[in-house]
């Protein structure tokens, strides 16, 4: 859902319930969505949770939510117990981003959306032309967040946000849902029954926060109301394009473009930093995987998301504005090549590292502790990987002549704890 790493489930039209590949920013869990028993209240819980809302109400009324809101809103307001187990035994993300593709692209997700594309392509098409973001990039997050509307998440928001926010882990960000949530209500766009989504707060078709949905849906279909949990589409696709039309969509570039690399490329020139003309990329030997020369698009920078044994690919400032929605590089990889695919392009040509896996989040932290004790400060071990990690990584990796592609693989992890 935009702005926030949570995961629902991908229903597909036809078929068993696939889960769909939505993980968290790089390094941190993926939350899975599949239903064990669903636990169960105790009498304790409620009256736990009921006293947290009676402590909370003059706080929302603070923030400009009415009495009568807050009656309507938690009127037979029940402990959300499944939300609680949930969002305590999230299961660590430890998907290689080529497993991660084969999920998010598969046949079945593609074949349900030439079907989506078939049956809304008139809407798809004028909501292009009102906000100028590519309609099979839209198409592409519709069947990330909820596999085109088939499972849009059915727990009552508001219980599930207050009973979140009571619990605490992360109350200051579910109580701040919580109270965009309840805005929502008291903006009538929809009743408080019929809000409904994931476990965590994501709503609709396309998965929205309750934070997001007030700084980005829109009235696509003229009635009065941002409505993205019926089965009419039309406002939830409109939302998103209006966000990423927000977050910088550019009409007209690509997300990004696979590549191949030269012999003998200084990988020390790739990552989402460094940025270059595309004259300056085609001086340097790349060409598309195709074999030709690279079309003009203005800026990029050169992404390795499995290192220098995976695909390579150049990404534009549509990638960030994609990653607005999820900040996970899989994640904008996977919306982007989706779109690429429902458009009619080819598979990623590019091999992988096949049989590799990624590294545990101990691991992550032990790498970190290893780089910065080895002289490459990481800026701290908090087992995320991200851009001081990569640099410290680069620089060790040249320092003991390895290829400095950042890639935080076992193998890297081994020659750090070997020494040598």
């Known amino acids: ?53 009676a402590a909370f109400r003059p706080r929302a009324e603070a923030a400009g939510i009415a009495p009568a809101t807050l009656d309507r809103a938690f009127r037979g307001l029940r402990y959300d117990a499944d939300a609680i187990a949930r969002d305590r035994n999230q299961a660590e993300f430890s998907r290689t981003v080529w497993d991660y593709l084969a999920s998010a692209v598969s046949e079945r997700r593609l074949a349900n959306g030439r079907a989506a594309l078939a049956e809304h392509g008139a809407l798809l098409r004028e909501i292009e032309a009102r906000y100028g973001v590519d309609r099979h990039v839209v198409l592409a997050v519709w069947g990330m967040e909820s596999s085109y509307g088939s499972h849009r998440g059915d727990h009552p928001l508001i219980g599930a946000l207050a009973t979140l926010a009571h619990d605490g882990r992360r109350g200051a960000f579910f109580e701040e849902q919580l109270i965009a949530a309840l805005q929502i209500v008291q903006q009538r766009d929809v009743e408080p029954q019929a809000m409904t989504g994931s476990w ?27 409505d993205i949990w019926s089965d009419n589409p039309a406002d939830a696709l409109a939302s998103t394009a209006a966000y990423l039309a927000k977050s910088g969509w550019e009409t ?67 990638f ?36 590799e896996r990624v590294l545990l989040s101990a691991e992550r932290v032990e790498l970190q502790e290893l780089l910065t004790r080895a002289g490459f400060d990481t800026g701290g071990a908090d087992g995320m990987v991200g851009p001081n990690t990569i640099r410290a990584l680069r620089a060790w990796q040249q320092s003991v002549g390895l290829i400095p592609d950042g890639y935080a693989s076992p193998g890297v992890l081994e020659r750090l704890r070997s020494g040598v």
């Open 320 to 355: 960030r504005a994609i990653s607005r929605y999820n900040a996970a590089d899989a994640y904008v990889i996977g919306v982007g090549h989706l779109a690429d695919r429902l458009r009619g392009g080819p598979p990623i040509r590019a091999s992988w590292p096949e049989g």
């Open 200 to 226: 965590a707060g994501a709503m609709g078709h396309t998965q929205f926060i309750p934070t997001s949905y007030l700084a980005f849906a829109v009235d696509f279909t003229g009635d009065g109301k941002r």
């Open 252 to 318: 007209g570039q690509p997300w990004g473009l696979e590549v191949t690399l030269p012999a003998g490329f200084d990988y020390a020139g790739s990552g989402k930093a460094l940025r270059r003309p595309t004259a300056e990329w085609r001086g340097l030997g790349l060409r598309t995987a195709e074999g030709g020369a690279l079309p003009e698009h203005g800026e990029a920078a050169l992404l390795l998301p499995g290192g220098a044994r995976g695909a390579a690919f150049l990404i534009y400032g549509n």
């Open 1 to 53: 859902m935009a702005l926030a790493a949570l995961l629902v489930t991908d229903m597909a039209k036809a078929g068993p319930v696939e889960v769909s590949p939505r993980p968290a920013a790089r390094g941190a869990a993926m939350v899975s969505d599949t239903r064990p028993a669903e636990p169960v209240a105790s009498p304790e819980d409620q009256a736990a949770l009921e006293a947290w809302v």
